[in-house]
Every structure is written in structure tokens, then in C-alpha cells.
């Protein structure tokens, strides 16, 4: 493990597993698998697996599951990924230099994070690369963020109160939520029969403050965007008011956060 893990690291990937785990990316893991047509026995990888949902999820539902791999670049998260499934095997390591032979797996996934790879066709080339033949890759990404709920809102609210750069920071995950361009980088990195389908996905947080919070003490700084506690304070006030519609019972969050699911087969 890295020599640079260390306490907060460690913290905030606890707090992205018991947050933004269920709130998020839990109830799109399935549709990840079912997306992938593992069998029984099929060598599995997991890219930017984070703390893990993605490869836990496919050992708790493929009957008889082979190999199951796990990569991420976050030492943290790999420690609460360690943590919750021992038995799969996490390894630190870059998607645009991916520390596997050709053709070492059967089916290669990674839900909500090509967004963030700092070469995004050379990362889609090295999950090309090793894939067996016939495999199949499989890639969730979130969808245009006009087409979410809430998270325009929050947006705007960055905007006017923190500025350009934290308001970009929340934009970031949105970037790749056009079906045409998400398929042209899979087919350009050497994957077949390429498609794209969109998945309806729920957003459900705790709260208003909890969900906005978790943005700016946990996102913002992950992307470089460091907020003062007078502008978090601002911005949480103004959270209360803009984004009150979204409030179900008791208090609770809701709001449409729709996916694209992207697959294609290595010939």
C-alpha cells in the first residue's frame, strides 16, 4: 500500500461508503452486472472500484463467481474496500497503465469513474487490452447534468455564493452524459458492438445539509476547491431554501439521477 495513506484518507472513504454508497452508486451496481453477462467462473475487473460496491456486488450475485479484481488510485479507499471484502483482490493502480498482462480477464467494468481518468482513451484502450477475446466492458457514467434533479440547483447555488471553480468541481461528474460521445470513446478504444442505454437511477440522501456538506467538505476538496466555514455556512442556508422541493417524509432527500450504461465486446 502507498506510503500515502493516511487518516483522512482512510476517513473520507468511510464516509463515501456510508453516504454516498447508498445515496448514489449502490443501486446502479446491479444493473452493472446484469449489463455485463458474467458467468460463473469469469475472471472479473473492476476499475476505479473505489470502496468497492461495484466488485462486491458482483461476488454476492454471480452464482459461483471467478476472480473478482479491484483497482483504484486511493489508498483510503482501498483500506475500507480491504475492510468490508477480504477475500477480493485490491490492487493500487492508474486505468491508463493497468498492471495486467493482454487478455487477462473476462469481462472488465467501472462504474462513475472514467469521468475522472486523466486520459480517458488511453484508460478505455487499457481495458480494451486486457480483455480476453469476447469479453465484454462495461461503463456507467452519469448522465447530463440537465438531466438531473437537485444537482443543477446546487450548481447554480456554487455558482453565485463560491464562484466558477467549485461550481465546476460539482459540474465534473456530469461531463461525459451524451450517449453519442460516450459510444465513440468505447468503439475509438477498440470495443464492438458498442451501446449505450440509459438507466432511471433515485438520488436519496438524509438530509439537505448532510447531501450539500458532504459536497463541500468532501468533493470540493477532492477536486482542489478549498471553502471557507463563512461560505459553507452561506451555502447551506441557501440549500435549505432552494432545494426544500426535493424534501420527502421525514425529511429525506430525493431526486431523479439518471445514468448512461455503456457495454461493448473485444473481437
Known sequence: MSNSLSDEAVLAAKVYEELHVPALFQQFAPIVVSTAQISPGQRVLDVACGTGILARTVVSTVTDAGPVTGL?????????????????????????????????????????????????????REMVRVLAPGGRIVVAVWDALINSQAYPDEVDILQRLAGQAAADALRAPFILGNSDHVSALLADAGAAFVEVVPHNGTARFPNIKTMVEAD????????????????????????????????????????????????????
Open 216 to 267: 463541500l467538505r468532501g468533493w470540493l476538496p477532492a477536486m482542489g476547491v478549498q471553502l471557507n466555514e463563512a461560505q459553507i455556512a452561506l451555502i447551506l442556508n441557501e440549500a435549505e431554501r432552494v432545494l426544500n422541493r426535493f424534501k420527502v417524509a421525514g425529511g429525506q432527500v430525493e431526486f431523479a439521477a439518471p445514468a448512461l450504461i455503456a457495454s461493448g465486446i473485444k473481437v
Open 72 to 124: 483504484d488510485q486511493s489508498p483510503g479507499m482501498l483500506a475500507i474496500a480491504r475492510q468490508l471484502a477480504p477475500s477480493i483482490d485490491w490492487l493500487e493502480g492508474a486505468a491508463e497503465s493497468l498492471p495486467f498482462a493482454d487478455n487477462s480477464f473476462d469481462t472488465v467494468v467501472s462504474q462513475f469513474g472514467l469521468m475522472f481518468f486523466q486520459n480517458r482513451p488511453s484508460a478505455l
